[in-house]
Nanobody, 121 residues
């Protein structure tokens, strides 16, 4: 069993910054891609950023130049540094990880519980 624990969400003013963290724990052999998704009220969940095990990152066009995804493989943790935040960034942010567990035949996607990010003055 694998669990993703998210932290770092909160209320911030436009132009401010937040840093989200997501730590994977449990029966982990290796972690492939890790990423962040978000879902605003009335909208479908969308990919924000994803990073491979080797550190290659991709971003949604709406966050390019403002957000940075990174990971610490030794800690099984992925981060999302969010700068120059805008009201339209307001959403519940979900961590995602593709995890290969000990004793498993293939990797499985796991999701964090979600953390609220609110950008408002």
């Amino acid at each position: 069993q694998v669990q993703l624990a998210e932290s770092g969400g909160g209320l911030v003013q436009p132009g401010g910054s937040l840093r989200l963290s997501c730590a994977a724990s449990g029966s982990i052999f290796s972690i492939n891609d890790m990423g962040w998704y978000r879902q605003a009220p009335g909208k479908q969940r969308e990919l924000v950023a994803v990073i491979t095990n080797g550190g290659r990152a991709n971003y949604a066009d709406s966050v390019k130049g403002r957000f940075t995804i990174s990971r610490d493989n030794a800690k099984n943790t992925v981060y999302l540094q969010m700068n120059s935040l805008k009201p339209e960034d307001t959403a519940v942010y979900y961590c995602n990880a593709d995890v290969a567990s000990f004793g498993s035949t293939w990797s499985v996607d796991y999701w964090g519980q979600g953390t609220q990010v609110t950008v408002s003055s």
